[in-house]
């Protein structure tokens, strides 16, 4: 049995395609557009991750024997609908942003075309998995705007499902942070893993110092030892007679990490483990590194707010049909009338205008129609945010696995040198840079 | 290949493990215990879900060639640990809290018991799951209890990542929820999924009045037609010009919805659609839904909120290594030390105290040793709260599938008759029973 994505996806999608078979509309081309209408938060900017692992899960969407047997068994939709699924393979075109590109309000992140039953049924799979993963990167972009050039480490696996834990360590990797403790993440995106000791490891012992023994004797003098479990500064003390001044680093999870960090350095300092590096893991977000950036901590590990989005779990992308043909083949922008969900209908360009290198605005030139309304030629001082993602049904690869995620962090890491620094602040405020639309006659 | 669960796990577990086969504390006997120290968000109650996921995923955790070979390429482990690892099952009996249950403060959700090797490497699965469709459960249960009689669909799937949609749509099934737009969770669990169209089939057609026509030819007169793409009021004479006055119901995804649904039953009214159903399913949280307990709504679609756990995406449970024998063979409670987080050490019997029928406190027996500390034959007015999960490496398939899923949610509704009223209010406060601990000697 191949593995199947095609049922990740909310129901109502299979019965618009019934439906549109039934009336003849199910061949219209069309044109749907992922987008958000705002930034969460009061964020600046946002992340564009999931891009990578959408078009792998694209290759994988197509409905087996079980599926079409779940569809019928429950009069889902008809034997018509059926026969269109068995067969269905997304044979359309994508064009988006760059995984890792930033984002702002009516950015067209992804732009899906083709019949309108193939584009239709991608929704609910393409929102997951952007919703998702630019939440995490968003938060981990900050994250890692704050750290400077301190090491951030993804540890937050435990607090997201399992499989989110995977995919929310890559967008972390991809927002800038160095490495997971999550091993399937990094068998699968190549991201190295970390991690030595929880404090479980110290209770199972009958002394602290025969935990650390054993801690060193397994993992070298080089391991990082967790001090917090009983007395800070004896941990402390005992770490070092145990391990030496080449101890590799002390761990805090807990205490005022401010107070304590700079407490521990001096410690460590006096005992002359000058080299001995210290890793804060307790409860971080991005407020909390920003207040430690005077502190001598040397790394970070982040659990719970990176894997939840530091407040806001989702990034509030939605998938909309912005233009379609009308019966007589001629091509017609369409949105939403309703004033609190309206959206902007028409094929969209994008473009990030530049002032010497800074971002100054998201440039995006609307169409009603089908062909190609703007180029990057007519703006010398923009740059292009789309490429074509999948062309005909032929995915890029490019973007998929081990190297599609390493592009993508290269790629973060480049463009977020672009950004005006009032979009560094943690602070809520209105995005970065405003949105432009400028319609194309 | 087989399917394996075993690498959505933190790295450390493995480098304990690895230590442990090497100082020779890896075969203490051990018991770590699943609980949260606190309900995230002032929740009155928390909601246990996943554990029959959990127990599946048990059954897939196994080390095969791929992952042993990560390890070995990566250094994670030694080779007398790759060995270990390769032979390992679960072997160890895990007690706990049935799904659906509800817990408090301290709860023993989970206790698994088995050498310090063998229970160390589930921490991070276990809480994966629990965290996460508990959160979701949690929330999900407060929106039941908001929406009384009126049924509750979970469509939230774009909102969270494609995998966590499933599992959430899953936890708010158990939770009262009666269906899902999600066809894998209708397929997995056996929930039904619901749903038939979205605005982009109306913007598909070159009128409103095309799509509807076509909708109900495709679903028939008994479908739910979405009436805010253009203006609500022509939507509604439209829906019923179209589908006659037993037009199933329309759905309202837009607008100041106690307003508007009281407006469009009126209008329906007049129109003779007495019979015609109102839905609303625009950026609903229990908040929302208490508000229209007034307004002529017959049913609640919830998305975002649900499966982000309306604020708390995941529900802060830690798993605590609390006892352990020591080189002698004598059990010793441990626990950490340091005072923000601190937790009780010791092996726990739990029971709910109740008062003519109504909980009025989690009682739970401590003990620093092995054996049984308590039954509920020693509480008369107690129920006990824990079951076997896995006897001994056997896991009890009761919990897991189809069958579990629909037991839990049974178990969820049933357990939740005998909360206190006040534990019933959505705002802010203190558990609504204290959690007490006993020593026992």
Redesign the interface.
């Known amino acids: 049995m191949r593995m199947s ?1 095609a ?10 395609l ?3 078979l ?2 003849g ?1 199910s061949s ?1 081309p ?1 044109v ?1 557009e992922l987008f958000s209408r705002r930034l969460s938060g009061g964020r600046r900017f946002g992340v564009v991750a999931g891009t990578g692992r959408l078009l792998t ?1 694209l290759r994988e969407f197509h409905f087996g024997e ?2 079409l047997r ?2 019928r068994d ?1 009069d ?1 939709v ?1 034997a018509d609908a059926l026969r269109y699924l068995e067969n269905y393979r997304f044979t359309g075109t994508i064009r988006g942003y760059r995984e890792g590109e930033l984002y702002f309000p009516g950015s067209p992140i992804l732009t899906v075309e083709g019949s ?1 039953a193939d584009a ?1 049924v991608l ?3 393409a ?3 952007l ?3 630019s939440a995490v990167a968003t938060a981990a972009s900050r994250m890692s705007i704050a750290a400077g050039e301190r090491p951030l480490a993804e ?1 937050g ?12 360590a890559r967008a972390a990797y991809i927002a800038g942070f160095v490495a997971t ?4 993440a ?2 699968q995106w190549g991201i190295p ?9 110290t ?4 002394s602290e110092e ?1 935990a650390f ?3 060193v ?3 070298g003098t080089d391991t990082t030892l967790l001090v ?4 800070i500064r004896a941990g402390v003390d005992l770490a070092i007679r145990v391990a030496g001044t080449e101890l590799g680093g002390v761990r805090l ?3 005022d990490l401010p107070i304590v960090a700079g407490e521990v350095r001096t410690q460590l300092d006096e005992l002359g483990a000058t080299n001995t590096k210290i890793t804060v893991t ?1 409860d971080l977000d991005e407020y909390a590194i920003a207040a430690l950036a005077a502190s001598p901590v040397d790394s970070y590990g982040v659990g ?1 707010s990176v ?2 989005g530091s407040g806001y ?2 990034a ?1 992308m939605v ?3 912005v233009a ?1 043909q ?2 007589a083949g001629g091509w017609v922008a ?8 309206a959206s902007k209908g028409g094929r969209k360009a994008a473009f990030r205008t530049l002032d010497d290198g800074v971002a100054i605005a998201e440039t995006i030139a609307v169409s009603d129609g089908f062909e190609k309304v703007d180029t990057a030629a007519e703006h010398p001082d923009a740059r292009g945010l789309q490429v074509v993602l999948v062309d005909n049904g032929e995915i890029d690869s490019s973007h998929e696995g081990v190297a599609g995620t390493a592009s993508a962090r290269e790629h973060h890491l480049r463009v977020r040198e672009q950004l005006p620094v009032r979009a560094l602040a943690l602070s809520k405020s209105d995005p970065a840079i405003p949105t432009r639309f400028v319609d194309v006659v």
């Open positions: 994505s049922f990740l996806t909310d129901r109502y999608e299979l019965t618009m019934a439906a549109s039934r009336d509309t219209r069309s749907f899960l079980g599926e779940y569809l429950h889902v008809d309108f239709v929704e609910t799979l929102l997951s998995v919703n998702h993963d540890m696996s435990r607090r997201a499902g399992e499989r989110s834990a995977v995919a929310a403790s999550n091993l399937e990094g068998r893993t970390m991690g030595t000791a929880a404090h479980s490891w209770l199972l012992h009958d025969d023994r054993a801690q004797d397994s993992l917090d479990t009983y007395d999870d807990s205490g307790s719970t894997v939840t779990p989702t509030g998938y909309k049909l379609r009308d019966s369409v949105a939403k009338a309703s004033t609190d969900k």
